[in-house]
């Protein structure tokens, strides 16, 4: 049976992040809607926690520094702004020796025109890259009947710049790209179609690198065995979860989070930010994931929680909680990041797809509210390739879907 009352951490973030995204002007309008999206809060439920925290005047950790940087950052928003198309020219024709096709040129006149006009498109793409393209060759081009194959590569370069230009999606890659298009496109997409638009586009996803360790050991105490030994594969949600730290720098010093994935679906279901790395920031992580499943209705026994031997996951009270739930402790060896793979990939994720896309950072509440956005496009519209490019929901309703149609044949 689901539990009627939310988590006192949960409610204490819920309300911080609604706060803070109310604060700004630019995130105030739905904040208390998306906020409560993110965190699995009832809408009315959080709007009615906000209210009465403004009310009562809570205080949500104001610091003078992050009142200034707000107001810079809001008088500079004007300024980035100005300065996009010319970002956006330099991804596309900063390249030497080779000239772009004029259909690369004239779409790209045609999704600033508005912004900038024709002729000051022309001159400034002639002037900065020497692309000497004069306005009679736009409108020509414009005037010109395109060729059928012409008018699918249109349609699709735009879809395909739609993804790339997403938020999230822009660390898509080819194969992630070719798998959204044929997920939305009405008619099937060839991969090698993708692979030559993107060229043309100048396209490509994130490249990650290797991560560092973060893993301070306990010192050995008959730690529990590895029972996974490097096989991260699981039959159904909820047998094997993997669990792991990383950090972010910011400019009030440093912020560690741990998150907890189910291996058989690649969902997030517990996370937690914190400025020190104690026990409390792990067990927050885990007692989110052990509460989401519960909400859920569904049980936990017999799961298998893996770690690495950080001392956040050896110490007794985690250990005592992973008992309560009928959970069982696994622990990779030492110095060994291999044994805690699939939680390193995903720590090299979280980095490459948000904190270094979207950083620098200022403080934790920033890479809070960052986070709690990234986890759940993570969770409900991220495509994953070890999940035959499905996301981890739909993974899991359609697992628990054919769970019931097996009762009700039975």
């Not at 809570?58 to 970002?87: F, H």
């Not at 600033?112 to 692309?131: A, M, T, Y």
């Not at 560690?256 to 291996?263: E, K, M, N, S, T």
Request: proline residues 5%; positive net charge; contains cysteine.
């Amino acid at each position: 049976m689901a539990p009627n009352k939310y988590p006192q951490e949960l409610r204490d973030r819920a309300v911080r992040l609604a706060i803070e995204a109310r604060r700004d002007p630019a995130s105030r309008p739905g904040a208390v809607n998306r906020i409560a999206e993110q965190t699995g809060v009832g809408k009315e439920t959080l709007r009615t926690w906000v209210r009465k925290a403004e009310q009562a005047e809570i205080p949500v950790e104001s610091v003078d520094a992050e009142t200034r940087i707000r107001q810079l950052e809001a008088d500079n928003r004007e300024l980035r702004r100005s300065n996009e198309i010319l970002k956006s020219a330099a991804a596309l024709f900063r390249q030497s020796g080779v000239r772009p096709p004029t259909q690369v040129i004239v779409a790209f006149i045609d999704e600033h025109k508005q912004l900038w006009g024709i002729e000051p498109v022309c001159r400034i793409l002639s002037q900065e890259f020497d692309l000497k393209v004069a306005p009679q060759t736009y409108y020509a081009f414009k005037t010109r009947k395109p060729s059928a194959r012409a008018l699918r590569d249109a349609e699709l370069k735009e879809e395909i710049m739609t993804i790339h230009t997403h938020r999230r999606k822009r660390v898509y890659g080819i194969r992630k790209i070719h798998a959204e298009l044929n997920r939305t496109h009405h008619a099937p997409v060839a991969r090698c179609t993708v692979e030559r638009l993107c060229r043309e586009l100048g396209v490509r996803g994130t490249v990650r690198g290797k991560w560092p360790r973060t893993t301070r050991p306990a010192p050995e105490t008959g730690r529990p065995r590895d029972l996974v030994e490097r096989d991260f594969t699981a039959t159904a949600p909820n047998q094997l979860w993997v669990a792991d730290l990383t950090y972010v720098p910011t400019k009030a010093g440093w912020v560690y989070v741990a998150f907890v994935l189910d291996v058989f679906s690649r969902m997030i279901i517990g996370w937690q930010t914190s400025t020190r790395m104690y026990t409390d920031l792990a067990l927050d992580a885990l007692n989110m994931g052990l509460w989401n499943r519960k909400r859920a209705g569904h049980t936990v026994a017999g799961l298998k929680h893996h770690s690495d031997r950080g001392v956040q996951y050896r110490a007794l009270r985690y250990a005592e909680r992973l008992a309560e739930a009928e959970a069982v402790a696994s622990v990779g060896s030492k110095g060994d990041s291999y044994d805690n793979a699939m939680a390193e990939a995903l720590n090299s994720l979280y980095k490459y797809e948000l904190i270094y896309l979207d950083g620098p950072w200022q403080h934790r509440e920033e890479v809070e509210a960052a986070t709690a956005e990234w986890v759940h496009w993570f969770n409900t519209d991220r495509l994953h390739s070890m999940l035959n490019y499905k996301t981890p929901a739909e993974v899991e309703a359609a697992h628990y879907a054919a769970v019931e149609n097996i009762k009700a044949a039975a």
